[in-house]
């Protein structure tokens, strides 16, 4: 039987990925809450904007003045989303520990998200990631539509696994391996996350998954039978991609918490904590958290 991980690393991409796709204004002083409320909660390492074009996701307009805003906290590390050197330049003036670069496994989805094909999306990923290192960040990397497209449908492995292989060349220093649309299954989430591992170093491969068909939970679960500890997810399941229409937000926090706990495997997070986190913003929001943990939970409070 395969060893589980003892301890299991959290991004939190709610602040990101979570509200760039909220079509209501966000309060930029809303979004700083967010973030301060995930770093108390435990949170240590936290996707707070992106620095995409402005007429592409306007919800993310306010990159600078949320990074500007948030009282950072020693030991938590703040990522930023960086499609080119105009995003880069943004993340550097400011001061983020982490650019987030994403290409797509798949052609259509690439041209719809960033405007350019798979190779021309590379090759604006190469700057950024020299600069970066250059000023001493580390470079994240996304896989999109690794186990599916919204526009073309299925995606090869070996159209990931080149993906992968592009992306190491240019130097990123991890690589994530996302389920955009939350289509996959366990069986294939692990062909993929056992071909990647071929190329990328355990402590540097970790999953994204969106919980669209509910699945994320079990495909979790299939990479941690693989020794995979590394995790993106987002506070009370906010979210979506604007480029993947249907799709819902990442598999929420709260009901990965609670899989892990329950398993014995240390998070470092306070899960009651993390539930107030994500009742506020649902709250700012209008709506209940998409998370069956943190409702559940919400509900046993309402009685006692
Ligand atoms: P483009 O229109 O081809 O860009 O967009 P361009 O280089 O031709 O420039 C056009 C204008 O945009 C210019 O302004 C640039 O200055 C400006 P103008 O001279 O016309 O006034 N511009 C920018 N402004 C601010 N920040 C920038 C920037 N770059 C250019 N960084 C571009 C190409 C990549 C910019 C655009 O397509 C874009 O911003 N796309 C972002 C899409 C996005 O954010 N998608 C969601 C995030 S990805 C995701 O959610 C997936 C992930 O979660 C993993 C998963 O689940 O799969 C990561
Ligand atoms: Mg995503």
């Not at 969106?210 to 979210?239: E, K, P, R």
Request: aromatic share 4%; charged share 15%.
């Amino acid at each position: 039987m395969n060893t589980l991980p003892t301890h299991v690393t959290l991004v939190d991409v709610g602040p990101r990925d979570g509200l760039q796709n909220e079509a209501q204004a966000v309060p930029t002083a809303a979004k700083i809450e967010l973030v301060h409320r995930l770093q108390r909660a435990g949170l240590r390492e936290i996707e707070v904007t992106s620095f995409v074009s402005p007429r592409w996701v306007p919800q993310m307009a306010d990159n600078a003045e949320v990074m500007a805003g948030i009282q950072r906290q020693a030991g938590v590390r703040y990522s930023v989303l960086t499609p080119n050197m105009k995003g880069f330049e943004g993340a550097l003036a400011a001061q983020a520990d982490e650019v987030v670069i994403f290409a797509a496994a798949s052609e259509a989805f690439s041209q719809r998200n960033i405007n350019c094909s798979i190779a021309e999306s590379i090759e604006r990923f190469r700057p950024v990631a020299e600069a970066a290192h250059a000023a001493g960040m580390k470079v994240r990397a996304a896989v999109s539509c690794a186990l599916g497209c919204p526009y073309q449908g299925e995606v090869a492995v070996s159209a990931v696994d080149d993906v992968v292989q592009r992306l190491l060349d240019i130097g990123s220093d991890h690589i994530g391996i996302a389920d955009t649309i939350g289509v996959g299954t366990a069986g294939r989430v692990t062909t993929v996350m056992e071909q990647a591992l071929k190329r990328v170093p355990l402590a540097e491969l970790s999953g994204h998954f969106h919980d669209t068909y509910g699945q994320a939970l079990t495909n979790i679960h299939a990479c941690l039978a693989l020794g995979i500890h590394t995790f993106d997810a987002s506070v009370a399941g906010l979210g979506g991609c604007p480029y993947a229409k249907g799709a819902t937000g990442n598999v929420a926090t709260e009901d990965v918490v609670y899989l892990l706990h329950g398993l014995g495997i240390q998070t470092g997070v306070n899960l009651d904590q993390l539930v107030d986190a994500g009742a506020f913003i649902s709250g700012v929001l209008g709506r209940k958290p998409v998370s069956r943990v943190a409702n559940a939970l919400l509900a046993r409070r309402a009685l006692t």
